[in-house]
């Protein structure tokens, strides 16, 4: 249920304010190339023996940025980026922005990383900002990207599908029939019930929502007063671009659980049963984290889920969850208490939003949908149009691009990764689900 950006939020090293904005695209037409200056350039060489954990911390990196990362959690966050792209291999190359700051591609195993840096032009130059940027796996075709896919523990499904025709027409595809743990991804569904009742003037994307000051889910409308107002407009687009849960709450709630679940069959999910009914993200916070709650809901019958999700469920606070769950890491029951869809239920859902959102009308959820498209800009740089939806948990990650070329034509490609026993690797995962969408490009 956390957000998928550019990159895996964990994997993101912070810097003083200044030099976490990323640098400047150089302008359309330079006079001339920029030169990182010599010290510069030798501490940007000097980050392989960072990366390889044989640098030394405090001489290279500055005082405000050690403030803020210390070298347990730049050694923690190092090691997240190895376990996702395999061992550091070396510096590919430099594209400096200012002669102070650049954009460095790193070598792993199994992916290049971009990463922005910065120095300090003044007294030691030490490095005041390194950021990830975004991860391409090394995969050279889209036969290797599948190849690898179908290779990772657990299980994974896949599809790449061109539509347009009387029914998406399948380029690609592993176990793209079997329904998987999409995590938030689950949110197209209630995207697309808002965009059924805008397109019927049942609703206005302007139409306002107050707060009644109940408990939400993490996000940005968490302890917020009753009588806050919002619009859905604002509510869908921070439900599908950051994710936000406290936003998905309030949009499920307004729109009504019954109306949201009837969206199921329409928008093309094969078993809407599995999904029903239809939980919110603080319901399923509760039953994954309170343990009675959870054995005792899901030896329930639809019927008997409904009337525990409206009771007792309704009625636990937040505050009773095990925490202590969740710091673990560790998968919990993502095989039973989840949302579930199949790749080609995912192509499927974005067909439909692609049609029920051309012209004029479709402004405004296309806009929602594509404000962060999931993968790095140099992959979204080679379609016209890029829209997102991705979902994670421990043991669950899933990702759909809902893409048009450059010559108008319209693909779906939806890409899931479950492993209920232990955690799977996000960065990977999305490093692949990138490199697929770059080499699918017409």
């Not at 707060?211 to 009753?226: I, N, Q, R, T, V």
Request: hydrophobic share 45%; proline share 7%.
């Amino acid at each position: 249920m956390r957000r998928l950006l550019l990159c895996v939020p964990a994997l993101l090293l912070a810097a003083p304010a200044a030099a976490q904005t990323p640098p400047a695209a150089p302008p359309a037409v330079s006079p001339a190339p920029v030169t990182a200056a010599p010290e510069f350039r030798a501490r940007v060489d000097a980050l392989a023996d960072i990366l390889s954990g044989k640098g030394d911390y405090d001489a290279y990196f500055s005082d405000e940025f050690r403030a803020q990362i210390p070298k347990a959690k730049f050694d923690e966050v190092n090691a997240q980026l190895t376990s996702a792209n395999g061992p550091f291999s070396d510096l590919q190359r430099l594209d400096a922005k200012t002669p102070w700051s650049g954009v460095i591609t790193v070598e792993y195993r199994d992916a290049l990383v971009d990463m922005a840096i910065a120095a300090d032009p003044a007294g030691e130059h030490k490095v005041i900002g390194l950021r990830v940027l975004g991860a391409t796996a090394r995969e050279a075709s889209l036969d290797a990207v599948g190849a690898t896919l179908r290779g990772l523990r657990g299980s994974s499904g896949y599809v790449l599908a061109k539509l347009g025709g009387p029914a998406p027409q399948v380029l690609m595809q592993h176990n793209a029939d079997t329904p998987f743990a999409i995590g938030s991804e689950f949110k197209l569904v209630i995207l697309a019930e808002l965009i059924r009742a805008t397109n019927a003037g049942e609703r206005k994307w302007d139409d306002i929502v107050t707060l009644d000051g109940k408990e939400l889910p993490g996000g940005g409308y968490h302890g917020k007063p009753a009588g806050t107002q919002v619009s859905l407009r604002e509510l869908a687009t921070q439900m599908i671009s950051i994710s936000d849960n406290s936003a998905t709450d309030i949009l499920l709630k307004t729109l009504g659980r019954a109306k949201v679940e009837a969206m199921m069959p329409v928008i093309g999910i094969k078993d809407p049963a599995r999904n029903r009914p239809f939980m919110g993200t603080a319901e399923v916070f509760k039953l994954k984290g309170i343990a009675d709650l959870r054995r005792r809901y899901l030896a329930q019958g639809e019927a008997g889920r409904r009337a525990m999700l409206d009771g007792e469920v309704a009625t636990t606070p937040l505050s009773a969850i095990d925490h202590a769950l969740f710091r673990s890491k560790q998968p919990l029951s993502p095989d039973t208490l989840e949302w579930f869809e199949s790749p080609n239920d995912l192509v499927r859902v974005m067909d439909w939003i692609r049609r029920n959102t051309e012209g004029p009308k479709g402004a405004d959820a296309r806009a929602i949908l594509s404000k962060n498209p999931g993968v790095p800009a140099l992959v979204a740089s080679k379609w016209q149009f890029v829209g997102y939806k991705g979902g994670s948990e421990p043991g669950v990650m899933a990702m759909t691009l809902l893409l048009q070329g450059k010559n108008g034509d319209w693909y779906v490609w939806s890409a899931s990764w479950n492993d209920p026993t232990q955690p799977v690797e996000n960065g990977r995962f999305a490093g692949l689900v990138g490199k697929a969408a770059e080499l699918a490009a017409p």
